[in-house]
């Protein structure tokens, strides 16, 4: 569990409880969300307590839903034909776009 932080889910229900708490764990959130149901029946309703005190406790996260690096092979444009996909040659290509998260395609050489 090193690198993992406990954190609410930004775009979650309720709060985001449940969510951040599954994403921690590595489970479902429907699974963590049942687990919490049960455990407030079971309780006579005290884990509403600590669920609404975790609300104000907990930090919501920074990262919205999962992030993924997609970086396709191949792509082509109906406009530009092949276009090539890959990994930027100089140093200064990739600085121009660190904000972005992503690169974009570069148009075919007859295009530039």
């Given at each position: ?22 994403r921690y764990f590595g489970i479902d959130p429907i699974v963590a969300r049942i687990l919490v149901v049960a455990g ?73």
């Amino acid at each position: 569990m090193v690198g993992r932080k406990l954190t609410r889910d930004a775009n979650a229900r309720l709060g985001g409880v449940c969510a951040g708490v599954a994403r921690y764990f590595g489970i479902d959130p429907i699974v963590a969300r049942i687990l919490v149901v049960a455990g407030t029946l079971l309780t006579g309703g005290l884990l509403v307590v600590a669920y609404v005190a975790l609300i104000f406790v907990l930090p919501k996260s920074s990262v919205s839903g999962d992030v993924f690096d997609v970086r396709p092979e191949s792509a082509s444009s109906e406009k530009y034909g092949p276009i090539d996909c890959s990994a930027p040659s100089s140093e200064s290509e990739r600085q121009t776009y660190v904000g972005v998260g992503h690169l974009p395609p570069k148009p075919p050489r007859s295009f530039r």
